[in-house]
T-cell receptor, first 117, second 112 residues
């Protein structure tokens, strides 16, 4: 069964450094997402991406964050200058969702654990 | 915005018993409600979903019910097995929306 893949599984970075989290969504999916889960808290929506642009973003997704689909398969989340509070599990998701099937399920990767020191 | 509350936060059951997890949502515009299972070291995996035009849906030992009037929905697992042990998340999505709003999760432990 096709799946969303994320790399790396664990990233340790010094505070203030830039980090890029990578995702390969399911190949025929059109909508891409990033969520994060701080330890002990709810999974929170960060951003959605469709047709090469951001379609929705949360208050968390400030100017330090950016997303990109650099080629036909990868979807990346960049944090420009990491803070301690960015430590969390980051999940990528994708869905097929077009036309009458717009509420197709979102499929999640296994996440990247980001630790900021 | 939407707020999803999930109860209980932990649930311990004997193998073979049933498990029920309940969620409430605040935004009546939400119309899609998936349930995810998360095993240790893995991402959330969709196990069942329900749309607002349906009151109940079943898939083998798993069922979900939805009460739109009361704005709550529940996951029922019958004949629980040790492999059902995991964290379960409910979520809600608004019509024409993009983002899933998650509940806080329920850690289910099935004791053999």
């Amino acid at each position: 069964e096709p799946e969303v893949t994320q790399t790396p599984s664990h990233q340790v970075t010094q505070m203030g450094q830039e980090v890029i989290l990578r995702c390969v969504p399911i190949s025929n999916h059109l909508y891409f997402y990033w969520y994060r889960q701080i330890l002990g808290q709810k999974v929170e929506f960060l951003v959605s991406f469709y047709n090469n642009e951001i379609s929705e973003k949360s208050e968390i997704f400030d100017d330090q964050f950016s997303v990109e689909r650099p080629d036909g398969s990868n979807f990346t989340l960049k944090i420009r200058s990491t803070k301690l509070e960015d430590s969390a599990m980051y999940f990528c998701a994708s869905r097929q969702g077009s036309g009458p099937l717009r509420n197709q399920p979102q499929h999640f990767g296994d996440g990247t654990r980001l630790s900021i020191l | 915005g939407e707020n999803v509350e999930q109860h209980p936060s932990t649930l311990s059951v004997q193998e073979g018993d049933s498990a029920v997890i309940k969620c409430t949502y605040s935004d009546s515009a939400s119309n899609y409600f998936p349930w995810y299972k998360q095993e240790l070291g893995k991402g959330p995996q969709l196990i069942i979903d329900i749309r607002s035009n349906v009151g109940e849906k079943k898939d083998q030992r798993i069922a979900v019910t939805l009460n739109k009037t009361a704005k709550h929905f529940s996951l029922h697992i019958t004949e629980t097995q040790p492999e059902d042990s995991a964290v379960y998340f409910c979520a809600a999505l608004k019509a024409a929306g993009n983002k899933l709003t998650f509940g806080g999760g329920t850690r289910v432990l099935v004791k053999p």
